[in-house]
């Protein structure tokens, strides 16, 4: 009865899919979450995005350890890059930190990268045109070399 009931399934499955329309690879277009998000969020921080524990761990221990730890910044055309010791201390802090950032300021493109051969990690902050200026002005003593 059951093998019955999933023969019958797979054949009507099979013939729905007869009637959908082929599509060329010239037609193909991204899907939906490849795209980015339709709504842009305002350029202001939802501290309250934040628990008051996390607030408190991400403005007052996070941030301050991991300014002590930038090594060098780079000015990009729509942010910057932040070096950082390649080491799992110091991974675990940025991961922590990119997590509750991307929470409180969503429109923030977040990346983590280790150059190769052993090179530094990397934290880049950019984003839509105006991210640039505003991490000069919120986060002024990130960017002050």
């Not at 305002?42 to 991991?66: D, I, M, V, W, Y």
């Not at 280790?114 to 880049?124: A, S, Y």
């Not at 002005?137 to 002024?140: I, K, Q, T």
């Given at each position: 009865?059951?093998?019955?009931?999933?023969?019958?399934?797979?054949?009507a499955?099979?013939?729905a899919?007869?009637?959908?329309?082929?599509?060329?690879?010239?037609?193909?277009?991204p899907?939906?979450?490849s795209l980015?998000?339709?709504?842009?969020?305002?350029?202001?921080?939802?501290?309250?995005?934040?628990?008051?524990?996390?607030?408190?761990?991400?403005?007052?221990?996070?941030?301050?350890?991991?300014?002590?730890?930038?090594?060098?910044?780079?000015?990009?055309?729509?942010?910057?890059?932040?070096?950082?010791?390649?080491?799992?201390?110091?991974?675990?802090?940025?991961?922590?930190?990119?997590?509750?950032?991307?929470?409180?300021?969503?429109?923030?493109?977040?990346?983590l990268?280790?150059?190769?051969?052993?090179?530094?990690?990397?934290?880049?902050?950019?984003?839509?045109?105006?991210?640039?200026?505003?991490?000069k002005?919120?986060?002024?003593n990130w960017?002050?070399?």
């Open positions: 009865m059951k093998m019955t009931l999933l023969i019958g399934l797979a054949f499955l099979a013939g899919l007869a009637f959908v329309p082929a599509s060329s690879s010239q037609d193909a277009k899907s939906s979450s980015t998000t339709k709504a842009s969020s305002p350029f202001a921080c939802n501290r309250f995005a934040l628990t008051s524990a996390e607030r408190k761990r991400h403005f007052e221990e996070l941030g301050p350890k991991l300014r002590d730890l930038r090594k060098s910044v780079r000015e990009l055309d729509n942010g910057y890059e932040f070096e950082f010791p390649a080491d799992k201390t110091t991974y675990a802090l940025l991961t922590e930190w990119a997590i509750q950032e991307r929470e409180c300021c969503p429109f923030f493109d977040i990346a990268r280790f150059e190769r051969e052993g090179g530094p990690l990397w934290l880049r902050l950019s984003g839509r045109p105006g991210t640039k200026e505003f991490i002005v919120d986060a002024a960017v002050k070399q």
